[in-house]
């Protein structure tokens, strides 16, 4: 059964500051990774998806890596800024297409 | 395009009170999935339907909970009877086939259900 943790629970960070999110897995057998953002009151983001067969996404001042063999994948944000401040999933997709996410990082970027 | 809309977005009953939410997809997308998201956690798949057809409902609690997909399209998700331990939100996703999206799952806002 696939296992997701999600490191740190909570993180406060003062703008301008880069930071790095990480997500780990139990099964190494996946087809892709999705990190997603979550608002207060509002549905799930799609931020970054990466194939099993990718290292790393970007957009913006995101990078995500995908590290497959390890089990693990980071979302670098840069330069944070307030609006920022959400909750960030992790979510591996195994062969059966079925998402299985991880407890979320609650990030909060501070003035 | 529009979003994935859900209805209501906040529903509080008692226990044992029956309680339904519906889900109506992005147009044209075949695959449907209904989440549970208990506080502080991720969310959890309930069920997943591609067209009126289930894939996936092993992780429904089916002595309780029951979702149909009739035509295709829109879903509902029923709870009958409620326990306290289904206080949640609700998430509604679907999937399309898109040349460049086919694996992104688009929600929508959700039901936040709270049972006293």
């Known amino acids: 059964k696939q296992e997701v943790t999600q490191i740190p629970a909570a993180l406060s960070v003062p703008e301008g500051e880069n930071l790095v999110l990480n997500c780990s897995f139990t099964?190494?057998?996946?087809?892709?990774l999705q990190w997603f953002r979550q608002d207060p009151g509002k549905g799930l983001t799609s931020l970054l998806l990466?194939?099993?067969?990718?290292r790393e996404q970007t957009s913006g001042r995101l990078n995500a890596s995908l590290d497959k063999s390890s089990g693990r994948s980071t979302l670098y944000i840069a330069a944070s800024q307030p609006g920022d401040s959400a909750t960030y999933l992790c979510a591996v997709r195994g062969t059966a297409s079925k998402l299985t996410f991880g407890t979320g990082t609650r990030l909060q970027v501070t003035l | 395009e529009a979003g994935v809309a859900q209805s209501p977005r906040y529903k509080i009953i008692e226990k044992r009170q029956s309680v339904a939410f519906w889900c109506n997809p992005i147009?044209?997308?075949?695959?449907l999935y209904w989440y549970q998201q208990i506080l502080g956690q991720g969310p959890k798949l309930l069920i997943q339907?591609?067209?009126?057809?289930?894939?996936?409902d092993s992780q429904l609690p089916k002595d309780r909970f029951s979702a149909e997909r009739l035509k295709g399209v829109d879903s509902t998700l029923k709870i009958q009877p409620a326990k306290l331990e289904d206080s949640a939100v609700y998430l509604c996703?679907?999937?399309?086939?898109?040349?460049?999206?086919?694996?992104?799952?688009?929600f929508g806002p959700g039901t936040r259900l709270t049972v006293l």
């Open positions: 339907f591609q067209n009126n057809g289930v894939v996936d």
């Open positions: 990466i194939q099993s067969s990718q």
């Open positions: 099964d190494s057998a996946i087809y892709n």
């Open positions: 147009s044209g997308h075949a695959t």
């Open positions: 996703a679907s999937r399309g086939t898109s040349a460049f999206r086919t694996d992104t799952q688009y």
